[in-house]
């Protein structure tokens, strides 16, 4: 089987150089290079898998990303992607909690969730619960803060331009995942419901909860409604909640990831932005969607 091996650097941080691509190619015995967007990312081609671990050593001291993925199917029909963290640049559960004067300590037991020390499920109810009372107002304080991770808008267009469907499934508040679905032009979106009584939060969320299992299973309805393997899909995410999905999907990627995610994922991107996943997938910046 002829693999890929994709190197993509952060636009913003260095350079992807001739010398540093040919040190590779060198390394694993690769034959052509296509250059996706020069500086930023180039494809090797590669009779067989390259050895990941030995390239990200090479790399130690700069910020460049290895991902490897078999040519056959290697664009992808459907896009799942995690939201917090992901799509997004932060947690905004963390930054609601800021507004109740919680921040730091609703953000270490989020911490501490998204490495996979405690349940997801019972993480949730708890971090809700230190809400109850606080104005519903904060919601939209808090949608005012939230930023797109560079590059989504473009990977979700571009996949959709080439026919992919794409969903946002996240283990956050419908009332952002409907809004950052919208703004970064996702088919679908899903997660759960935060409550309140109009005025209030009611310190509880609607069940059932949306976790770890719930996204795999969503990687299996979207995949089947679709009649397409689950090999045709790309998931993105960055902590223990969507480490399920990743394992499962075609290519699953680990993005700016917590270490038990990392470590247990294949690809992952740990510098570049969202871009990278469309990089992964062959397509040449060229080739991008344009957004506005």
């Not at 150089?17 to 180039?42: C, K, N, W, Y």
């Not at 290895?66 to 930054?95: F, Q, Y």
């Not at 939230?146 to 499934?169: D, N, R, S």
Request: with cysteine; hydrophobic share 50%.
């Amino acid at each position: 089987m002829t693999y890929f091996l994709t190197l993509v650097a952060p636009r913003d941080a260095t350079s992807l150089t001739a010398g540093a691509i040919a040190q590779v190619r060198d390394m694993t015995g690769g034959g052509a290079v296509t250059h996706l967007s020069p500086g930023e990312a180039a494809d090797i081609a590669c009779a067989t898998a390259p050895d990941l671990d030995q390239i990200r050593a090479t790399f130690a001291d700069a910020p460049i990303d290895a991902i490897a993925t078999p040519a056959e199917g290697r664009r992808k029909r459907i896009l799942i992607a995690d939201m917090d963290s992901t799509i997004i640049t932060g947690e905004t559960l963390d930054e609601l909690a800021a507004y109740a004067g919680l921040g730091e300590k609703i953000a270490a037991i989020t911490a501490r969730a998204m490495n996979g020390e405690l349940d997801f499920k019972d993480a949730l109810r708890e971090r809700v619960a230190m809400l109850k009372g606080l104005n519903v107002a904060a919601l939209e304080r808090t949608w005012q803060r939230i930023h797109l991770t560079p590059g989504a808008v473009e990977l979700v267009a571009t996949m959709k331009a080439h026919g992919a469907f794409t969903a946002l499934i996240s283990g956050g508040f419908t009332f952002f995942t409907s809004r950052v679905a919208a703004l970064a032009g996702f088919d679908m979106h899903r997660s759960n419901t935060l409550l309140d009584d109009g005025t209030t939060l009611t310190g509880r969320v609607a069940e059932p909860i949306l976790d770890r299992s719930a996204k795999l299973a969503t990687l299996h309805e979207v995949t089947a409604r679709h009649r397409l393997p689950l090999s045709a899909a790309l998931a993105t995410g960055d902590g223990a909640n969507d480490l399920d999905m990743l394992q499962a999907a075609g290519l699953g990627v680990a993005f700016h990831a917590k270490p038990i995610v990392a470590a247990a994922t294949q690809a992952r991107v740990d510098h570049a932005d969202l871009r990278a996943l469309l990089f992964a997938q062959g397509y040449p910046a060229s080739a991008f969607a344009s957004v506005s």
